[in-house]
T-cell receptor, first 114, second 113 residues
Framework: AQSVTQPDIHITVSEGASLELRCNYSYGATPYLFWYVQSPGQGLQLLLKYFSGDTLVQGIKGFEAEFKRSQSSFNLRKPSVHWSDAAEYFCAVGLYNQGGKLIFGQGTELSVKP | DTEVTQTPKHLVMGMTNKKSLKCEQHMGHRAMYWYKQKAKKPPELMFVYSYEKLSINESVPSRFSPECPNSSLLNLHLHALQPEDSALYLC????????????FGEGSWLTVV
């Protein structure tokens, strides 16, 4: 069965420090992978996506993610975190043959210390 | 710009009320979605419309009734809801077919009293 795992429920980093959020997926075919961010009381904003090609993808707000097929991972990174990055982050896999259905991970809540 | 607009942003309704949530997109997308999100949880798919036809219903109770009047609009009709239906309801859209990016609206916060 398809699934997405985000091992870290909550992460706290200092402002200016680097960030890595982990995401592992289970899916039989080549996955379509996404990272979304959700600020409190808001909808989901797309950070970046991977469909094919270069395994290092760049997104908005200085985020990047690397697809590693051998590890079934799609980890999100940012070299220097800003206080405004505090939010909930969701990794998701798009199911190829199910009309655009997304399977989400449980989310990682990011807190940023001044 | 990618924009999915949802109204109302907040809705409080009684268990005997009938209300509707509305969603609109002008990106030319032919697939539209309703997701439900409880606090501290990921969104859960409810319905998918593709080319104005219902293509996926994730075994949602009949007190939720979706409607897609045209390619830009998506409604969710609510009737006889329960307090446990209180949640954030997210509308989304994408180009039809697999492997396309899904864009979300800001959501409608529903409280059932």
């Amino acid at each position: 069965a398809q699934s997405v795992t985000q091992p870290d429920i909550h992460i706290t980093v200092s402002e200016g420090a680097s960030l890595e959020l982990r995401c592992n997926y289970s899916y039989g075919a080549t996955p379509y992978l996404f990272w979304y961010v959700q600020s409190p009381g808001q909808g989901l904003q797309l950070l970046l996506k991977y469909f094919s090609g270069d395994t290092l993808v760049q997104g908005i707000k200085g985020f990047e993610a690397e697809f590693k097929r051998s590890q079934s991972s799609f980890n999100l990174r940012k070299p220097s975190v800003h206080w405004s990055d505090a939010a909930e982050y969701f990794c998701a896999v798009g199911l190829y043959n199910q009309g655009g259905k997304l399977i989400f991970g449980q989310g990682t809540e990011l807190s940023v210390k001044p | 710009d990618t924009e999915v607009t949802q109204t109302p942003k907040h809705l409080v309704m009684g268990m005997t009320n009938k209300k509707s949530l509305k969603c609109e997109q002008h990106m030319g997308h032919r697939a539209m979605y309703w997701y439900k999100q409880k606090a501290k949880k990921p969104p859960e798919l409810m319905f998918v419309y593709s080319y104005e036809k219902l293509s996926i219903n994730e075994s949602v109770p009949s007190r939720f009734s979706p409607e897609c009047p045209n390619s830009s609009l998506l409604n969710l009709h609510l009737h006889a809801l329960q307090p446990e239906d209180s949640a954030l309801y997210l509308c989304a859209s994408s180009s039809a077919g697999s492997g396309n990016t899904i864009y979300f609206g800001e959501g409608s916060w529903l409280t059932v009293v």
